[in-house]
């Protein structure tokens, strides 16, 4: 494998699993809507743990969500691939780091690093897809309350923990094919020929008995 696609892969998987350290916890996953109002004195903002009000003077108050089972399916299934997702990276750029070649863990064993380095990619991957999914899935709850006329509740619009869990998605699947498709998973082992002494005794016989029969032809 090339060293230059495993540092950059290393790299995007390692700024997507901190990405995604930093979008589970971000507040701001959706945030009240502003449409069609006058005058605004609070604004609403929640994510996966908590719902949070601001009103006018800055004023932050936040109330994490009292049980786990009353909450919408979408937030659970959420909760659960995020933190697969991070579970994922982890692997995923331990894996990255042993199979690199400059890496000494595997020794000068490159197939075996190569297999750890694909490795790798795959939990990249995972991680992607975990994220990609979590972070859609909540979108799409979103905009179809918004865009439903006859939803009853408070409306709310996609905030930036969203698209920075897009962003760490991208870099993960992004980093994790260069990974998978780039990697040697399996070589063919150069085998050099060895002559043993016997080959030797009888190449050597061979060709006595050839400058011998040259010799007593050439005298009839």
């Known amino acids: ?34 449409d069609g109002t006058v005058i605004t004195t609070s604004t609403l903002y929640e994510n996966l743990w908590m719902s949070c009000a601001t ?60 297999r750890i380095a694909g490795t790798g990619g795959a939990f990249y991957l995972l991680q992607g897809l975990c994220t990609m999914i979590s972070v859609s899935w909540y979108a799409a709850n979103i905009t179809q309350e918004f865009f439903n006329p006859l939803y009853p509740g408070q409306k709310y619009e996609i905030g930036e923990g969203l698209y920075i869990g897009w962003a760490s998605g991208v870099l993960a699947i992004c980093g994790g094919a260069c990974l998978m498709f780039s990697c040697k998973l399996g070589t063919k082992e150069k085998t050099y020929y060895q002559p043993t002494r016997e080959t030797v005794y009888s190449a050597s016989a061979s060709k006595r008995d050839a400058q011998s029969t040259y010799g007593r032809n050439a005298y009839v």
């Open 1 to 34: 494998m090339d060293p230059v696609i495993e540092v950059v892969a290393l790299f995007l998987g390692f700024v997507s699993w901190i990405m995604v350290g930093i979008a589970i916890p971000n507040r701001y996953w959706k945030v009240s809507s502003i």
């Open 55 to 114: 009103d006018s003077l800055g004023v932050h108050n936040c109330r994490e969500f009292p049980s786990l089972l009353a909450l919408s399916g979408y937030i659970q299934a959420s909760r659960a691939l995020m933190i697969a997702a991070v579970v994922s990276g982890t692997f995923g750029v331990v894996a990255t780091l042993i199979g690199m070649q400059c890496s000494k863990a595997a020794g000068d064993n490159y197939v075996l690093k190569g």
